[in-house]
């Protein structure tokens, strides 16, 4: 990209939309955080409509997904809700596993500088550990069980 050549993409027209906003809709600034964390800084940083679009969908996904969580977990108490390990159902045992393997790996990435490879691994984990898997099973159990 050159801007004496023209091709840039300024950021507030990112965060703001163009005058028309069908063609050029306003993305704010989170999800233009969220391309520029996802943009690997070691090679040519690639932009345009395309992939301003696809950073959007994954970041309202992530997002949806953080809403649905806080949502279902907004009256928890540790005081009181509080579950030992060893009781809880094999599928949250097992979630448990997979949070710590990702939380090691996005440690070593971010320790590593390698913003890109963050935003990759949240956004698998989000979409097929937590919405495609986890949040499936534990629906039931949300919506059925008594609160106790």
């Not at 600034?29 to 391309?35: H, I, L, N, T």
């Not at 520029?36 to 970041?59: C, P, Q």
């Not at 097992?94 to 390698?114: C, N, P, V």
Request: with cysteine.
């Amino acid at each position: 990209m050159s801007k004496s050549v023209g091709n840039v993409v300024e950021p507030k027209f990112i965060i703001d939309g163009g005058t028309n906003k069908k063609q050029d809709p306003a993305y704010g600034a989170d999800v233009m955080r969220w391309w520029v964390a996802s943009t690997d800084y070691t090679r040519d940083v690639i932009v345009g409509k395309n992939v301003l679009a696809s950073a959007a969908e994954n970041y309202r996904k992530v997002r949806n997904c953080t809403r649905f969580l806080l949502g279902s977990t907004n009256d928890f108490r540790v005081a009181q809700h509080h579950v030992p390990y060893s009781q809880l159902p094999e599928v949250d045992r097992f979630m448990l596993h997979q949070l710590h393997e990702w939380q090691g790996s996005i440690t070593r990435h971010y320790d590593a500088h390698e913003f890109s490879k963050v935003v990759k691994l949240v956004g698998q984990f989000v979409n097929q550990e937590l919405s495609a898997f986890y949040f499936e099973v534990a629906k039931d159990r949300l919506y059925a069980d008594p609160v106790d």
